[in-house]
């Protein structure tokens, strides 16, 4: 049975690979802490909240994330395809999120605020209603997604294969629609 912990603050913490494993946190936050050499195993975060934290090559294979906000977190080549599914709900703020993978995950409603998210693997994810506001979403795939009341309005640098993506009712900004156009080689002015 993990351990558990419950309304805690941790503050300028540097996890070791295994520091964190068979533990439970519920609505505890995490301040400017390192998980970068975490490999986590039967982790737990319920109503967390992660401040300033370092994610970045962490393994988090078989980690439960429920309702969990991340906030001026660096989450490089994090594969979050590998995390528990069961209640998966995650928000992000102000993240570099680059080179991570969401592949075939269902993140219905997730929020990326002013997130940098360059080359992230969306693929066959579903990302209905999810809010993409200021995002720069260079080189990030889209191919099988379900992006169906997206809001890419405010994000720039996309480029989205609509006969490879649903997007039915998403919505985007004229200036960007460029991003759905690349594939037909053709030039809007």
């Given at each position: 049975?993990?351990?558990?912990?419950?309304?805690?603050?941790?503050?300028?913490?540097?996890?070791?690979?295994?520091?964190?494993?068979?533990?439970?946190?519920?609505?505890?936050?995490?301040?400017?802490?390192?998980?970068?050499?975490?490999?986590?195993?039967?982790?737990?975060?319920?109503?967390?909240?992660?401040?300033?934290?370092?994610?970045?090559?962490?393994?988090?294979?078989?980690?439960?994330?429920?309702?969990?906000?991340?906030?001026?977190?660096?989450?490089?080549?994090?594969?979050?395809?590998?995390?528990?599914?069961?209640?998966?709900?995650?928000?992000?703020?102000?993240?570099?999120?680059?080179?991570?993978?969401?592949?075939?995950?269902?993140?219905?409603?997730t929020t990326f605020v002013d997130c940098s998210i360059i080359a992230v693997?969306?693929?066959?994810?579903?990302?209905?209603?999810?809010?993409?506001?200021?995002?720069?979403?260079?080189?990030?795939?889209?191919?099988?997604?379900?992006?169906?009341?997206?809001?890419?309005?405010?994000?720039?640098?996309?480029?989205?294969?609509?006969?490879?993506?649903?997007?039915?009712?998403?919505?985007?900004?004229?200036?960007?629609?460029?991003?759905?156009?690349?594939?037909?080689?053709?030039?809007?002015?």
């Open positions: 049975m993990p351990d558990y912990f419950l309304d805690i603050e941790y503050n300028n913490i540097t996890y070791g690979e295994k520091d964190v494993n068979l533990k439970e946190f519920e609505c505890c936050t995490f301040n400017g802490c390192d998980f970068s050499q975490c490999n986590f195993i039967g982790v737990v975060f319920i109503d967390c909240t992660f401040n300033d934290c370092i994610f970045s090559g962490a393994k988090i294979n078989h980690v439960a994330l429920r309702s969990v906000f991340f906030y001026r977190c660096k989450m490089e080549e994090v594969n979050f395809a590998m995390c528990d599914k069961l209640i998966f709900e995650v928000h992000f703020k102000e993240c570099v999120l680059d080179f991570s993978k969401f592949y075939t995950l269902k993140i219905k409603g693997d969306f693929m066959s994810t579903n990302l209905t209603e999810v809010i993409f506001d200021n995002c720069d979403l260079y080189r990030s795939e889209f191919a099988k997604a379900n992006a169906s009341k997206a809001n890419f309005k405010t994000s720039y640098n996309y480029t989205i294969d609509p006969t490879k993506t649903k997007i039915k009712k998403a919505v985007f900004s004229l200036a960007d629609v460029k991003g759905l156009l690349f594939k037909h080689d053709i030039q809007v002015t």
